[in-house]
C-alpha cells in the first residue's frame, strides 16, 4: 500500500479513486475528524475510522460543519479538538468544513493567537505539532491546497479571511469516489467557483506564466467536463470520468489560486452571505459580468481561442463573455440576481455597501482593473437586473 501511494504523490497531493486508504499510512495516534453529516452518514463514519483504525490511530468526530462557517463554528470546533489533542485532524466535506479546520488547526497549535493577530495576511504562526489532511467531496472550492481559510463574521454578516501558507493542509486526498455522490446542483455551484478561480488567478497583476498554465487547464477541464458531470445519467461511466476530472480540475485551480489571488468575483461576493446565497451560485452569477468588465484582456483571448472561436482580442473576448453566459444556462445558474427572487429594495439598499467592501479588498486591488465605486455599483446593478456588458 505504501509503495502505491508513493507512486500517486505529488508533493502534498494523494489521488485516485480508493485513495482514501492513504489515511492508514500516516502513523498517527488520534485522529479529530471535522466533517458534513450530509455527506458523511453514520455508516461511512465507521468506513473512516475503521481506515484510521487500521493504521493504529483511534479516531473522534468532533464537528458537524453544514453550512459556510460563523467564527463561532470555528470556536466550537477548536474546544472539541483541545480537549481530545489530537496528533492528526482531518476534514472530510466541502470547502467549509476545511476552512473551518485550517482556522481550528491554527488557533489548536497556537493557543495565545489572537483573531486581531490571526486576520493580519501572512503573518500567522506555523502549525508544527499536528498534521490537517483534507478530503474534499465537493469540486469546486480548492480549499484543500490553498493557504486561506473563509469565515463570516456572524456580527456584521461580513466574510472575513485567515491568510498564510501554515494553513495549507499537510496533505490533500483527491479521491473522487466522494464526487461522484454529490447532487447536480451542488456540483454546478462548487464547479462555478472552481472555474472563477482558475480563470480570476490567470489574469491576476500577481500571476506568473505557470500559474496562467495551469489555470487555463482548469478552466478548459471545467467548461468541457461539468455540464456532463451536472447533466448526465448518475452512475454512468460518462458522469464519473466528468467527475473525476472536474475533481482534479477544482485542485489544480486551487493550486493556481494559491501563487496568485482571487479577484473581483470574490470581492464581490458580499452578496452571497447578506442574503444566504450558495457561493458558487455567486460566483456564476458574477463571472461573465467580471469577464466583461476585465476584457479585453490577452488571457482571455487565449481561453476563448482553446475554445475554438476566432477574431481579434475584443472579438475573442466577447465571444467568451457569451459563452460564459450560454455555460451558465447550460448548468443551471441564473444569469442575474433577479431571477433568484432577491428582494429588489434591500439589494439596492446595501448596493453602496457592497460596492465599498469590493473596492476597498485585496482581491480587486490586483484584478487586471480595480473598479471606482461608480464601476463596482454598475456591475452589481448589472447583476442583479441582467444587463448584457460586453456582448
Known amino acids: 500500500m505504501k509503495n502505491r501511494y508513493a507512486q500517486l504523490r505529488h508533493g502534498h ?3 485516485g479513486r480508493g485513495s482514501i486508504e492513504f489515511l492508514s499510512t500516516l502513523d498517527k495516534k488520534r485522529a479529530a475528524i471535522i466533517y458534513d453529516r450530509r455527506l458523511l452518514d453514520e455508516n461511512g463514519k465507521a468506513k473512516l475510522a475503521a481506515i484510521l483504525a487500521n493504521g493504529y490511530c483511534e479516531s473522534l468526530f468532533v464537528a458537524d460543519i453544514r453550512n459556510e462557517p460563523y467564527f463561532s463554528d470555528i470556536l466550537h470546533a477548536l474546544e472539541e479538538i483541545r480537549k481530545y489533542k489530537p496528533d492528526l485532524i482531518v476534514a472530510f466535506g466541502g470547502g467549509s468544513v476545511i476552512d473551518t479546520a485550517k482556522a481550528a488547526w491554527l488557533f489548536y497549535e497556537n493557543p495565545d493567537l489572537s483573531i486581531e493577530d490571526a486576520l493580519k495576511p501572512y503573518q500567522i504562526p506555523d502549525c508544527n505539532y499536528s498534521t490537517l489532511v483534507a478530503i474534499p467531496t ?15 463574521d456572524q456580527e456584521n454578516v461580513q466574510k472575513m479571511l485567515i491568510l498564510g501558507h501554515s494553513i495549507t493542509p499537510t496533505y490533500a486526498i483527491l479521491d473522487a469516489d466522494f464526487a461522484d455522490s454529490m447532487p447536480p446542483v451542488i456540483a454546478a455551484y462548487t464547479g462555478m467557483d472552481a472555474l472563477s478561480h482558475a480563470m ?24 468541457e467536463n461539468l455540464p456532463i458531470s451536472v447533466n448526465s445519467e448518475p452512475g454512468s461511466s460518462e458522469r464519473a470520468i466528468a467527475r473525476e476530472r472536474c475533481h482534479y ?61 476566432t477574431g481579434n482580442e475584443s472579438e475573442l473576448c466577447n465571444q467568451l463573455v ?13 444569469r442575474n440576481f433577479c431571477e433568484l427572487d432577491v428582494d429588489e429594495s434591500d439589494y439596492m439598499q446595501k448596493l453602496g455597501d457592497f460596492a465599498v467592501a469590493a473596492i476597498s479588498s485585496y482581491s480587486a486591488a490586483i484584478s487586471p482593473k480595480r473598479p471606482s465605486y461608480e464601476e463596482a455599483c454598475s456591475l452589481l446593478s448589472a447583476a442583479f437586473y441582467g444587463n448584457k456588458k460586453g456582448e
Do not use: M, W
Open 249 to 309: 480540475a477544482s485542485t489544480i485551480a486551487g493550486i493556481a489560486i494559491n501563487n496568485s489571488s482571487a479577484g473581483l468575483v470574490h470581492a464581490l461576493d458580499q452578496v452571497g452571505p447578506y442574503f444566504n446565497l450558495p457561493h458558487g451560485l455567486v460566483c456564476g452569477t458574477l463571472l461573465p459580468y467580471t469577464t466583461a468588465f476585465h476584457s479585453p484582456h490577452p488571457i482571455y483571448a487565449k481561453l476563448s481561442q482553446r475554445l475554438g472561436y
Open 200 to 223: 480570476e488567478a490567470a489574469v491576476c497583476k500577481e500571476s506568473s506564466p505557470l500559474v496562467v498554465s495551469l489555470a487555463l487547464t482548469a478552466a478548459v477541464d471545467i467548461l
Open 322 to 334: 457569451v459563452h460564459l453566459q450560454d455555460f451558465c444556462q447550460k448548468i443551471g445558474i441564473t
Open 138 to 152: 465537493t469540486s469546486g472550492t480548492g480549499a484543500e491546497t490553498t493557504c486561506c481559510s473563509v469565515f463570516t
Open 13 to 15: 497531493l494523494i489521488h
